[in-house]
């Protein structure tokens, strides 16, 4: 699939951006740093998964400056070729004074996971023309990121992986966002009434419900995420071995919080629901006194290894970096090979730091997307290694085709 | 003037600027009208009790709906609120017992089973009149949670727990059912009968 229009008003740095026309291919952004090339990315992003991959507060997405009245209207707009046929997409945030960010960059840090629906923001979706909740916008148009950021894949915490596997299987699947959605909200019922509990306010009985719907969600999401990290593995080992012209051996480890009997079967996880909700039991003392519960898909952590070891601990600096891109190029290949539609490919800053070997093998396994947005200032670009395609300025909050 | 328009505003669904609006109403409305309006909100106060069987919003309990001697006593459907007990009414597909919970179990709002009218639905099952309890609860998490809670308590009692069927929407469209929807209908699917 391709994004053939993109319609931007007032979205961060951008008052009214009208890209018609856009060409498959390598659609290269060149500009200065701050000039809104990553927003247009993160325009993109949006589109596609109605999150942000980096804001913490749906306000920070509006350009506040313009009316009067203290309230702000941001509009996205895409327009997606699918094989099937022609798909649009739009995305309207309506903000209130209080949503406005502090000028100072005091932003708290929420957890990344769950970017809240911010109160003060009002969140519209169409997708065709036709209202829709924000689950039921994922699938058409489907992306794959790459930042410099994605390092943290390797040697961050477990957080930003499991983030990355859950915005992965929601492109792919829409019972999973569901799930996590459910998950999540089971899990805040469950602690709040593990806290009444604790103050004999509430009884252990009343936890059945909460435990049950826990054990359901959280088997499907274990379920689902093994599965798709089996592959992943498979998949990050072949763009591995170009791109090091080492022969690691790469697998992945799935290092759950609750037992788990066997492979991952792609069935929903009936066994391991069992297994949940008796671990749930076990823990429940603790869980009570601590006010939280203490094992689950939000405690898991998802590994690289290479040849045996945590990709964390292995090899220097640019080793971990490679992994990172492998574990990337796999999510994109997860996409193409699930949907049978090439995702859009939108590599943010990428080459700054990669050797003109590494690059060129990007380019090379990139080129064989339909679409692949990149930035860049232009310095690391020059010379042979700029790819075949079209080139727009990216300027203070202009595109210009070159 | 401004004491109105706070009440106002803390009704559902309405916002600062229609609490306004409305108040200008009122203010330009015939003194007559206005305390109809003001005599019915009061009235309706003072005369609504919970029917001691259903526990539905009544002026006399046990309700009309409790008392009709024509309704199955074997079967209770346990609603949520009693406008869902007036949608079901509306439908006409059910002729049994009403049971009324005022809300569902929610912890972090603060509401557990004590909360809700669930000590009274228990005691309606006690004499073994009541064959099976339908839960009408919303599909969301907490009316599943809810409905779950109450099978737990139930059916240990030899009391047949059924739940309402979820799918599509009669006189529906298949292409504007949200993906969800089209998933459980599919899961529910029944054999077509000539």
Redesign the interface.
């Known amino acids: 699939m391709r994004v053939t229009e993109l319609s931007l008003t007032h979205f961060r740095n951008y008052r009214a951006l009208e890209l018609k026309e856009i060409p498959s291919g390598f659609v290269v952004l060149q500009g200065d740093n701050a000039q809104g090339k990553t927003n247009l990315l993160e325009a993109l992003f949006l589109l596609a998964t109605s999150r942000s991959p980096r804001a913490h507060r749906e306000g920070e997405l509006i350009a506040w400056e313009t009316p009067q009245d203290g309230t702000a209207a941001t509009r996205l707009f895409g327009c997606v070729r699918r094989k099937d046929g022609p798909v649009t997409i739009e995305l309207l945030l309506m903000g209130r004074p209080e949503a406005r960010p502090p000028t100072t960059a005091a932003v708290a840090v929420e957890d990344p996971e769950l970017l809240p629906a911010q109160s003060g923001v009002r969140r519209r979706l169409r997708v065709n023309g036709?209202p829709r909740?924000a689950?039921?916008l994922l699938g058409n148009l489907t992306v794959a990121l790459f930042r410099p950021e994605d390092l943290d894949l390797i040697t961050g915490p477990p957080s930003g992986r499991r983030r990355a596997i859950d915005i992965l299987l929601s492109q792919v699947d829409?019972?999973y966002p569901?799930a996590l959605q459910?998950y999540a909200?089971?899990m805040?019922?469950?602690n709040?009434?593990l806290r009444?509990i604790a103050d004999r306010?509430?009884?252990q009985?009343?936890l059945?419900?909460?435990d049950?719907?826990l054990a359901r969600e959280g088997a499907f999401i274990l379920d689902s995420r093994r599965s798709a990290l089996d592959r992943l593995a498979q998949l990050a080992g072949s763009a591995h071995r170009p791109l090091s012209g080492d022969r690691e051996e790469l697998s992945a480890a799935y290092a759950a919080t609750v037992p788990l009997a066997g492979p991952a079967l792609g069935d929903g996880g009936a066994a391991v629901a069992q297994a949940f909700l008796a671990r749930l039991g076990e823990v429940r003392a603790r869980d009570i006194a601590l006010g939280q519960t203490t094992v689950g898909p939000h405690r898991d952590d998802l590994t690289l290894l290479v040849n045996g070891v945590p990709a964390g601990s292995y090899g220097s600096r640019g080793q971990q970096r490679t992994l990172a891109l492998a574990w990337k190029l796999a999510e994109a290949e997860y996409l193409r090979e699930v949907t049978a539609q090439d995702p859009v490919l939108l590599l943010d800053d990428v080459f700054s730091e990669l050797d003109a070997h590494r690059r060129g093998c990007v380019m090379a396994v990139a080129g064989a997307y339909e679409q692949v947005f990149i930035t860049t200032t232009g310095a690391e670009l020059s010379g042979q290694m700029m790819p075949e395609g079209s080139r727009y300025v990216v300027r203070a909050g202009t595109v210009t085709p070159e | 003037m401004s004491r109105l328009i706070d009440q106002l505003n803390k009704l559902p669904g309405v916002g600062p600027k229609s609490a306004q609006r409305l108040a200008y109403h009122l203010l330009r409305m015939p003194e007559d009208h206005a305390r109809a309006l003001a005599d019915a909100i009061v009235e309706m106060k003072e005369r609504s009790i919970l029917c001691e069987r259903c526990q539905n919003i009544t002026e006399a309990s046990p309700c009309t709906i409790c008392q009709e001697a024509a309704r199955d006593a074997h079967t209770i459907c346990v609603v949520e609120e009693p406008l869902d007990l007036v949608a079901l009414e509306r439908g006409r597909g059910y002729r049994g017992q009403y049971h009324v919970l005022h809300g569902v179990i929610s912890p972090m709002d603060g509401i557990g089973p004590e909360q809700l009218k669930v000590r009274e639905l228990l005691n309606r099952l006690r004499d073994g009149t009541v064959t099976e309890v339908i839960m009408a609860t919303n599909p969301t998490l907490e009316g599943e949670a809810t409905a779950m809670y109450l099978q737990r308590l139930i059916g240990p009692l030899g009391i047949r727990v059924t739940r309402l069927a979820r799918g599509l929407p009669a006189g529906g469209d298949l292409e504007y059912a949200d993906d969800i929807t089209l998933a459980r209908a599919m899961e529910g699917r029944q054999e077509v009968t000539s």
Do not use: S, Y
Request: proline residues 8%; aromatic residues 4%; without cysteine.
């Open positions: 036709a909740r689950l039921d829409p019972r569901r459910r909200r089971a805040a019922q469950r709040h009434l009444r306010r509430a009884g009985d009343e059945a419900p909460w049950d719907t």
